[in-house]
């Protein structure tokens, strides 16, 4: 008799958490290259160029109340970059994180491997690895 109701209290409390609507935000996340704030507008990469915009594509599953979203990029050095914070309310599903080379007063990303680390309210729910080329040498350059 225990056992059936341990059994039933188990099953009550998995249909509550699903009529509650408590599901992971992160649908999937993905890292993509070009100069633009929509995900149509981008080109889903692993590899960059030195000089090519960096971003992640955050794709969100229903959710009834604003996330907090951002991204670390860590470069090979260790030296990191943050984006700003942007608040996605329940009708998002998309949202484009991104670092724009020249803004950062850089000549180029470092080249290697680097990561970007994506944060949903502060949690860190997803860590991808992509790739930023050396940048080619000047004509002139020996």
């Known amino acids: 008799m225990?056992?059936?109701s341990l059994g039933l209290m188990g099953l009550i409390v998995v249909i509550v958490v699903a009529a509650c609507g408590v599901t992971d935000p992160l649908r999937s996340a993905y890292t993509a290259a070009g100069d633009g704030t929509?995900?149509?507008d981008l080109?889903?990469?692993?590899?960059?160029?030195a000089?090519?915009?960096l971003n992640v594509v955050v794709e969100l599953n229903s959710h009834?109340?604003?996330l907090d979203i951002s991204a670390i990029f860590i470069a090979p050095t260790g030296e990191q970059y943050a984006t700003d914070t942007l608040e996605a309310g329940d009708t998002v599903g998309e949202v484009v994180l991104g670092l724009d080379w020249e803004a950062q007063g850089t000549v180029g990303w470092p080249?290697?491997?680097w990561q970007v680390d994506v944060y949903i309210d502060d949690t860190l729910e997803k860590?991808?690895?992509f790739t930023v080329e050396a940048a080619p040498l000047s004509e002139g350059s020996n």
């Open 127 to 129: 860590t991808l690895h």
């Open 2 to 4: 225990k056992r059936a």
């Open 51 to 53: 000089d090519d915009d």
């Open 38 to 40: 929509r995900p149509q």
């Open 111 to 113: 080249p290697g491997e």
């Open 43 to 49: 080109t889903r990469a692993d590899v960059f160029q």
């Open 64 to 66: 009834s109340r604003t």
